[in-house]
T-cell receptor, first 109, second 115 residues
């Protein structure tokens, strides 16, 4: 079966750095997405990785290792508004998105 | 401003009633999707449509129906056959084939509660 694993919840301090991991086992791979979702709101696109390596976009970076079936989202200089759930999703060989359950990130002052 | 509009935002339904959730987009996207989100679970695909007058079942289509008569509109009907309909429903759209990043644009969601 297809499976995506992420931690259920993480806590970090304002101004610090946090890394949210995602491991996947899917039938084929055509890219990995990270979305941010504030409570009660719609998910919004953060990043897309299809090749190995690190993609940096401002305070957020996303890393992919296809051989390890592993990705992480790195958030730097954390702000209170970064408190949200972070969803990892993989595009499989049929171009269908497989979603993880999301990681709830709590930022403390 | 372009975007996706879902309505209603909150909806209460009695058991045995059908209810229709609206989804309208003015992004000129060909593909539209309906997802269901439950606590502690990933998004699950109900139905999707790649083009007008065509749609496909997703992973959990039982108890749901859709139509795609216009490019802009993709309403979802939650029928009385759906055993556990209380959930947060998300509509999304994308441009398939353009670089195929598959980035999804989501509506604000509709929260359905069955009383």
């Amino acid at each position: 079966g297809q499976n995506i694993d992420q931690p259920t919840e993480m806590t970090a301090t304002e101004g610090a750095i946090v890394q949210i991991n995602c491991t996947y086992q899917t039938s084929g791979f055509n890219g990995l997405f990270w979305y941010q979702q504030h409570a009660g709101e719609a998910p919004t696109f953060l990043s897309y990785n299809v090749l190995d390596g690190l993609e940096e976009k401002g305070r957020f970076s996303s890393f992919l290792s296809r051989s390890k079936g592993y990705s992480y989202l790195l958030l730097k200089e954390l702000q209170m508004k970064d408190s949200a759930s972070y969803l990892c999703a993989v595009l499989d060989s049929n171009y269908q998105l497989i979603w993880g359950a999301g990681t709830k990130l709590i930022i403390k002052p | 401003d372009g975007g996706i509009t879902q309505s209603p935002k909150y909806l209460f339904r009695k058991e045995g009633q059908n209810v229709t959730l609206s989804c309208e987009q003015n992004l000129n996207h060909d593909a539209m999707y309906w997802y269901r989100q439950d606590p502690g679970q990933g998004l699950r695909l109900i139905y999707y449509s790649q083009i007008v007058n065509d749609f496909q079942k997703g992973d959990i289509a039982e108890g749901y129906s859709v139509s795609r008569e216009k490019k802009e509109s993709f309403p979802l009907t939650v029928t009385s056959a759906q055993k556990n309909p209380t959930a947060f429903y998300l509509c999304a759209s994308s441009i398939p084939g353009q670089g195929n990043t598959g980035e999804l644009f989501f509506g604000e969601g509709s929260r359905l509660t069955v009383l």
